[in-house]
């Protein structure tokens, strides 16, 4: 069965500064996609960025990378000059293709200080 | 089409009593998810539909819940005689087949029963 782990339920950052989160993942596939999601307070998911499983490059996005282990499974984000608006939970998710389902993690509640 | 829509956001209803959630995709999205979030929680994963067809459904959704999605658009999530552990956000999100496999998410429907 699949499994995300976040080990971290809770992390603070000041503003400006760099923050990582972490994520592992257990799976026997070997066509997978990794996901950060980001939910700000009473507001939508909205996807940060994503990993395809075969790409050994580390995706980028801006201000957001991903240190992708593949063989430990593991899928960190780090977010550098963090901003007030990066306050918000953030999920890590795997996507299978053949179970057509994202698995996501419990989540890491994020908080930027001024 | 400004994404993925749910309908109502908030819903407060007795112990007992019938609910109806309705979740409108981004009109070219062919794909179809219903996810169930509690607190502390990331989503969990309920039934998928492609098109018309519903083809997956998780253990999670007992014989209370029922999913449609007639016509290929729209979708309705139903739960019969509510309990108040169906308590949760219920997410829904949509996705084109093929492509970078990422999903989009609406705002939820958040489900109190009391």
Same mark, same amino acid.
């Given at each position: 069965?699949?499994?995300?782990?976040?080990?971290?339920?809770?992390?603070?950052?000041?503003?400006?500064?760099?923050?990582?989160?972490?994520?592992?993942?257990?799976?026997?596939?070997?066509?997978?996609?990794? +996901?950060?999601? =980001?939910?700000?307070? #009473?507001?939508?998911?909205?996807?940060?960025?994503?990993?395809? /499983?075969?790409? &050994?490059?580390?995706?980028?996005?801006?201000?957001?990378?991903?240190?992708?282990?593949?063989?430990?499974?593991? +899928?960190?984000? =780090?977010?550098?000059? #963090?901003?007030?608006?990066?306050?918000?939970?953030?999920?890590? /998710?795997?996507? &299978?293709?053949?179970?057509?389902?994202?698995?996501?993690?419990?989540?890491?509640?994020?908080?930027?200080?001024? | 089409?400004?994404?993925?829509?749910?309908?109502?956001?908030?819903?407060?209803?007795?112990?007992?009593?019938?609910?109806?959630?309705?979740?409108?995709?981004?009109?070219?999205?062919?794909?179809?998810?219903?996810?169930?979030?509690?607190?502390?929680?990331?989503?969990?994963?309920?039934?998928?539909?492609?098109?018309?067809?519903?083809?997956?459904?998780?253990?999670?959704?007992?014989?209370?819940?029922?999913?449609?999605?007639?016509?290929?658009?729209?979708?309705?999530?139903?739960?019969?005689?509510?309990?108040?552990?169906?308590?949760?956000?219920?997410?829904?999100?949509?996705?084109?087949?093929?492509?970078?496999?990422?999903?989009?998410?609406?705002?939820?429907?958040?489900?109190?029963?009391?």
């Amino acid at each position: 069965a699949q499994t995300v782990t976040q080990s971290q339920p809770e992390m603070s950052v000041q503003e400006a500064e760099t923050v990582t989160l972490s994520c592992t993942y257990d799976t026997s596939e070997n066509n997978y996609y990794l +996901f950060w999601y =980001k939910q700000p307070p #009473s507001r939508q998911m909205i996807l940060v960025i994503r990993q395809e /499983a075969y790409k &050994q490059q580390n995706a980028t996005e801006n201000r957001f990378s991903v240190n992708f282990q593949k063989a430990a499974k593991s +899928f960190s984000l =780090k977010i550098s000059d #963090s901003q007030l608006g990066d306050t918000a939970m953030y999920f890590c /998710a795997e996507f &299978q293709g053949g179970s057509e389902k994202l698995v996501f993690g419990k989540g890491t509640k994020l908080t930027v200080n001024p | 089409d400004t994404g993925v829509s749910q309908d109502p956001r908030h819903k407060i209803t007795k112990r007992g009593q019938n609910v109806t959630f309705r979740c409108d995709p981004i009109s070219e999205h062919n794909r179809l998810y219903w996810y169930r979030q509690t607190l502390g929680q990331g989503p969990e994963f309920l039934t998928y539909f492609q098109n018309e067809a519903q083809l997956e459904k998780s253990r999670l959704l007992s014989d209370r819940f029922s999913a449609e999605r007639p016509k290929g658009s729209f979708s309705t999530l139903e739960i019969q005689r509510t309990e108040q552990g169906d308590s949760a956000m219920y997410l829904c999100a949509s996705r084109r087949s093929g492509g970078r496999n990422e999903a989009f998410f609406g705002q939820g429907t958040r489900l109190t029963v009391v």
